[in-house]
């Protein structure tokens, strides 16, 4: 075994501080509702006085907003418990760098809309557009292969999306691109942004640059990420084979970053929620994972505390 091995004791640790992330995440947050404190940021959208076709909104088109945003942490928090399960001595970068890249997805879309600052239409206009391009991807996938299934069988579609939005009273237009064929669509003035744009914004806002393009390798099978997976070795008798190559670098910084995309998220989350005083656990999970990075010897320049 070389340095550049994962150890028992590395999967041990490594696993450990996900499930600890997985923990704390959910203890400041419990599932399955966010609950606004008095005179929150979530509060006085809550008392909005947006009015759709049927009268006042109320709070319910706003909470149903809190009610995703939760289920997008619970898919982060799931994909964090994927990756512990994953981590083995034998585990390669390739595949927890692939389960970062889909942590990372849901992260960079909570991050999108849970945007401090911007009030109740325009938060309630972003999720109609997260669920408007989920209904036009499946609605293509229903299309190739069940053309006469009855309308939702399968889930939300682009015509339940229109009707629901009308009902709010919110401005959008839907149009397709004549090259694709693909529809997009436009609420209140906002686009979803594309997903590189959103996990560009994602990845500055944690402080990881690159992370999106590192990530997006095994995602897409480019070559240096299969074939990183593997290294020469020698035999005595000067026979040469490839062997699997578990770069502890590699798997320990996806670990770390995948932690950072669930922590960001819920920082938001407090702070639109008005639960700041939980914003003081953040110091000590920092910590946590400062000391792990001390205990595991990996590169100096990674921690935040120590020198």
Same mark, same amino acid.
Request: some cysteine.
């Given at each position: 075994m070389t340095s550049a091995d994962l150890s028992d004791f590395d999967v041990h640790e490594l696993r450990g501080f996900l499930l600890s992330t997985c923990d704390n /995440?959910?203890?400041? +947050?419990?599932?399955?509702?966010?609950?606004?404190t008095w005179q929150s940021e979530a509060e006085w959208?809550?008392?909005?006085?947006e009015q759709g076709q049927a009268g006042p909104w109320g709070e319910n088109p706003v909470r149903t907003v809190y009610a995703g945003g939760a289920l997008y942490l619970d898919t982060i928090l799931d994909c964090l418990r994927c990756l512990a399960g994953t981590l083995t001595p034998e585990t390669t970068h390739y595949v927890v760098e692939t389960v970062a890249r889909a942590t990372m997805e849901a992260g960079a879309v909570l991050f999108w809309l849970l945007q401090l600052g911007i009030g109740a239409r325009l938060r309630v206009a972003r999720f109609w557009l997260v669920r408007a391009s989920g209904s036009e991807y499946l609605d293509e996938v229903v299309q190739r292969i069940d053309p006469w299934v009855a309308p939702g069988t399968y889930g939300e579609t682009p015509?339940?999306? =229109?009707? %629901? /939005?009308?009902? +709010? !009273? +919110?401005s959008h237009t839907r149009r397709q691109n004549p090259r694709t064929g693909r529809w997009s669509w436009t609420i209140? !003035?906002?686009k979803l942004p594309s997903y590189t744009a959103r996990a560009v914004?994602?990845?500055a806002? /944690?402080?990881?640059t690159a992370a999106y393009a590192i990530y997006s390798a095994p995602a897409h099978a480019e070559w240096h990420a299969v074939v990183g997976r593997v290294r020469e070795v020698t035999l005595p008798g000067g026979q040469r084979m490839l062997s699997q190559r578990p770069d502890r670098g590699a798997v320990a910084a996806a670990v770390l970053a995948s932690s950072g995309f669930a922590i960001k998220p819920a920082e938001l989350a407090l702070r639109l929620l008005g639960r700041t005083a939980r914003l003081a656990e953040f110091g000590? =999970? %920092?910590r946590r994972a400062d000391d792990l990075i001390h205990r595991l010897g990996l590169p100096a320049a990674w921690s935040r505390w120590r020198p």
């Open positions: /995440v959910s203890r400041w +947050l419990p599932p399955p509702q966010w609950v606004p959208e809550c008392r909005n006085t015509a339940m999306v =229109h009707a %629901a /939005v009308n009902a +709010l !009273g +919110l209140e !003035g906002e914004a994602f990845e806002a /944690v402080s990881m000590y =999970h %920092a």
